[in-house]
Nanobody
């Protein structure tokens, strides 16, 4: 059973930095694509594409950085480094793992609990 445990977030002044983390408990299949999203509607902030490149929303390009590591125990953790924060970045950010092994199989989607980011001027 895959579960995403999210941490990080908080309040910062404009121009500051925050880092979000998402640790995956359980075995994450290699075909899963991870990323950071806003909800309602769902839209990507930063995440891995099907060809394993990283995409960013236009509003965060050059300021946010997505990264992912796997430790010696095959535990996957992925991050969102948020630099040069702007007041308009204020939102709840959610980590997500999208797992679709092939085109015939319904995707399994796992979400973190969300991290609130508040950027003040």
């Amino acid at each position: 059973q895959v579960k995403l445990v999210q941490s990080g977030g908080g309040s910062v002044q404009a121009g500051g930095s925050l880092k979000l983390s998402c640790s995956v408990s359980g075995t994450l299949p290699t075909y899963c694509r991870t990323g950071w999203y806003l909800q309602a509607p769902v839209r990507v902030v930063a995440g891995m594409t099907e060809d394993e490149t990283i995409e960013y929303s236009d509003s965060v390009k050059g300021r946010f950085t997505f990264s992912q590591v796997k430790d010696n125990d095959n535990v996957v953790t992925f991050y969102l480094q948020m630099d040069s924060l702007k007041t308009e970045d204020t939102a709840h950010y959610y980590c997500r793992a999208y797992c679709k092994p092939d085109r015939w199989t319904t995707a399994s989607i796992y979400w973190g609990s969300g991290s609130r980011v508040i950027v003040s001027s």
